[in-house]
């Protein structure tokens, strides 16, 4: 099994920039992609972005696209998200997801807890 925890977030004024972290643990050679969702208060979890274990392929939400940016460590095992020009919209709680292979050969998928990023003045 894999399991991820994220960290980083916190306050920031509009225009700003965070950048957040994600590690996995566990089993991280079997880890298929990893990437960011957020969940703003009545809203539900959507896709900020998301990056393959190889690196090779990365897909981001037409409202993040030019101001962030994900990329991940030189092993498996982390993966970051640099926020930049920052909104107030941009306010949610940041979920780190984690995609892995079972030994079943079928995919499973693992949440972080989630951190906090509110973006004020």
């Known amino acids: 099994q894999v399991q991820v925890v994220e960290s980083g977030g916190g306050l920031v004024q509009p225009g700003g920039s965070l950048r957040l972290s994600c590690a996995a643990s566990?089993?991280?050679?079997?880890?298929?992609?990893m990437g960011w969702y957020r969940q703003a208060p009545g809203k539900q979890r959507e896709l900020v972005a998301s990056?393959?274990?190889?690196?090779?392929?990365?897909n981001y939400a037409d409202f993040v696209k030019g101001r962030f940016t994900i990329s991940r460590g030189n092993d498996r095992s982390t993966v970051y998200l640099q926020m930049n020009s920052l909104k107030p919209e941009d306010t949610a709680v940041y979920y780190c997801?984690?995609?892995?292979?079972?030994?079943?050969?079928?995919?499973?998928?693992?949440w972080g807890q989630g951190t906090q990023v509110t973006v004020s003045s």
């Open positions: 990056i393959t274990a190889a690196g090779d392929r990365i």
């Open positions: 566990g089993n991280i050679f079997s880890i298929n992609a």
């Open positions: 997801h984690g995609q892995y292979w079972r030994d079943n050969f079928s995919l499973d998928q693992t």
